[in-house]
């Protein structure tokens, strides 16, 4: 299972599956092989939108940013 927490305040936001996961390693910036987090706006959920992301990974990400126009997300295998 892969969880995603809210980096910022540690809080988990839900849990995704390994075909979402591999869609934000593929669309987001890694600075190294092991890197687990990524900076999330509006306009990205926009631009997953557009690129025929899951729906639900688009949902559990909009639901997460709130009212906030940006936030670093980072998974954890548990």
Known sequence: MIELFDTETGAALGTITEAQLQ???????????GDTDY???????????EQAADAALVALLREALGEREDMDIRWQRT
């Open 23 to 33: 869609f934000l390693v593929d669309q987001m910036e890694e600075e190294s092989a």
């Open 39 to 49: 900076y999330i706006s509006r306009e990205t959920l926009d631009v997953f939108e």
